[in-house]
T-cell receptor
Framework: DGGITQSPKYLFRKEGQNVTLSCEQN?????MYWYRQDPGQGLRLIYY???????QKGDIAEGYSVSREKKESFPLTVTSAQKNPTAFYLC???????????FGEGSWLTVV | EDKVVQSPLSLVVHEGDTVTLNCSYE??????LLWYKQEKKAPTFLFML????IEKKSGRLSSILDKKELFSILNITATQTGDSAIYLC????????????FGKGTKLTVNP
């Protein structure tokens, strides 16, 4: 079945360490997104990419980095520069000219 | 700057009550407005609205769009405890940019 796979689902890291969250889709979608969600809050856009080898900053890109070397993959690195990295991270994709967003199951990152 | 504003941010009701959730938007090259329900993990799709004045219904949920006033509402009648969730409104931006703009969400709590 087509869909978006995020891994890991749960991740614990020590403060000061970089972590990378994986997002893979087999929907042949052009656009991919990373959102951050804090408890009881909505989704805030971190980065998005419309085509391979190109990506744009969202509203809260500081302390994060991404790459888009393949259409199927859009990994997110949470760097040590991110002050409050503990959150729920959602990856999503959108078919070009489409209207429906597809979400992954999310990754819970806890920094201790 | 594109934005989607939801209100109220939080709502507590009793089972059986009817609620109305609001979403106003300013999105460049508006294409559609989406409603999602989020319980524990990834948001689940509720409605996509593209035409003004046409109500979409699914059971006790309904939604309508007013493109002139740049506004949408989500109604839930005879609420149940299972309706407790965060309800998210989003406006995919068209015209070449695929940026997805979400509101902060409305956290609905339905008490027995």
């Amino acid at each position: 079945d087509g869909g978006i796979t995020q891994s890991p689902k749960y991740l614990f890291r020590k403060e000061g360490q970089n972590v990378t969250l994986s997002c893979e889709q087999n929907l042949n979608h052009d656009a991919m997104y990373w959102y951050r969600q804090d408890p009881g809050q909505g989704l805030r856009l971190i980065y998005y990419s419309q085509i391979v080898n190109d990506f744009q900053k969202g509203d809260i890109a500081e302390g994060y980095s991404v790459s888009r070397e393949k259409k199927e993959s859009f990994p997110l690195t949470v760097t040590s520069a991110q002050k409050n990295p503990t959150a729920f991270y959602l990856c999503a994709s959108l078919r070009s000219s489409g209207n429906t967003i597809y979400f992954g199951e999310g990754s819970w990152l806890t920094v201790v | 700057e594109d934005k989607v504003v939801q209100s109220p941010l939080s709502l507590v009701v009793h089972e059986g009550d009817t609620v109305t959730l609001n979403c106003s938007y300013e999105v460049t090259n508006f294409r559609s407005l989406l409603w999602y329900k989020q319980e524990k993990k990834a948001p689940t799709f509720l409605f996509m609205l593209t035409s003004s004045g046409i109500e979409k219904k699914s059971g006790r949920l309904s939604s309508i769009l007013d493109k002139k006033e740049l506004f949408s509402i989500l109604n839930i009648t005879a609420t149940q405890t299972g309706d407790s969730a965060i309800y998210l409104c989003a406006g995919p931006q068209g015209g070449g940019s695929e940026k997805l703009v979400f509101g902060k969400g409305t956290k609905l709590t339905v008490n027995p």
